[in-house]
């Protein structure tokens, strides 16, 4: 499976399809199996890239403390490495985060951009749920255990009811690829570091900002101040979907953002 060497790691990442390219980066703790219900129908439109961040998945895990900019830099320094010059991106949560720094330390390598359930950090967020905090913050250690929990704040309890065999099939593909308790610790520090409100009004590209408006990690009112930062940003919130928005609803998420990175008018 393909690896790259990018800033004295590997870095792990899928890639499917032709075109422009489109770089997927998951969220606190996830690899590129986050975007499962995503990759297959962008490469019918795009090349298609998603990634393990450092610490995760596949991707080298080194017992060092990490940043957001590092990641970001990470995500340069694989494009880099497959010859793409621009690329479009589409980060999830602390994924958002990375991708925010993309666009900040890298504009010239940035297409359009998504930003899914995120912020833009620092201490003029809405805060996490106390319950939620709490899933995030105390892992027992046990993936099976942890993802369950996880997954029981990042979807509504609907989709959980409904769905049980995409929670199934998450906890067994992250039972099989496991992410060490001290990696988590690492990004988890990155992640509560991060901050660009004060200069999130400096990215150019165009931005569409989706986001779930039940969700019980990042409040749905992080999208409305995100969107009122960034000139010209594009907002669409999902009814009835939890953070991981962009699984439960699926079908809709990708007609929406496969037509905005097409330069499209947005729906939904």
């Not at 975007?35 to 019918?44: D, G, N």
């Not at 940043?67 to 999830?92: C, F, K, P």
């Not at 769905?163 to 690492?186: D, F, T």
């Not at 969107?227 to 962009?246: D, K, M, N, Q, T």
Request: charged share 20%; with cysteine.
């Amino acid at each position: 499976m393909p690896h790259v060497r990018v800033n004295d790691l590997q870095l792990f990442y899928v890639e499917q399809g032709r075109g422009e390219a489109v770089v997927f980066i998951p969220g606190l703790g996830g690899d590129h199996h986050l975007w499962h219900r995503q990759l297959p129908a962008f490469a019918q439109h795009f090349r298609t890239i998603a990634l393990d961040p450092r610490g995760a998945g596949q991707s080298d895990k080194p017992d060092l403390p990490y940043t957001i900019e590092e990641m970001a830099d990470d995500v340069a320094g694989l494009l880099e490495a497959l010859g793409i010059e621009r690329a479009h991106v589409v980060g999830a949560s602390m994924g958002g985060f990375i991708a925010q720094m993309f666009a900040l330390r890298h504009p010239h390598r940035l297409g359009r951009l998504i930003l899914c359930c995120t912020s833009f950090g620092g201490p003029n967020v809405v805060p996490m749920p106390p319950e939620s905090l709490t899933v995030f913050t105390q892992r027992t250690g046990d993936p099976a255990t942890d993802l369950r929990r996880l997954w029981a704040v990042s979807v509504t309890e609907r989709f959980l009811r409904e769905h049980p065999e995409v929670l199934e099939e998450y906890v067994a593909w992250r039972v099989a690829h496991p992410q060490p308790l001290y990696a988590y610790q690492r990004q988890l520090a990155a992640a509560l570091a991060f901050n660009v409100e004060s200069r999130i009004h400096e990215i150019q590209a165009p931005v569409l900002i989706a986001h779930g408006m039940e969700d019980r990690v990042v409040p749905v009112e992080n999208a409305r101040r995100l969107h009122a930062r960034i000139p010209g940003s594009r907002l669409v919130l999902f009814p009835e979907a939890g953070h991981l928005f962009f699984i439960e609803r699926a079908e809709e998420f990708n007609r929406v953002a496969i037509a905005f990175l097409k330069g499209e008018e947005p729906s939904g």
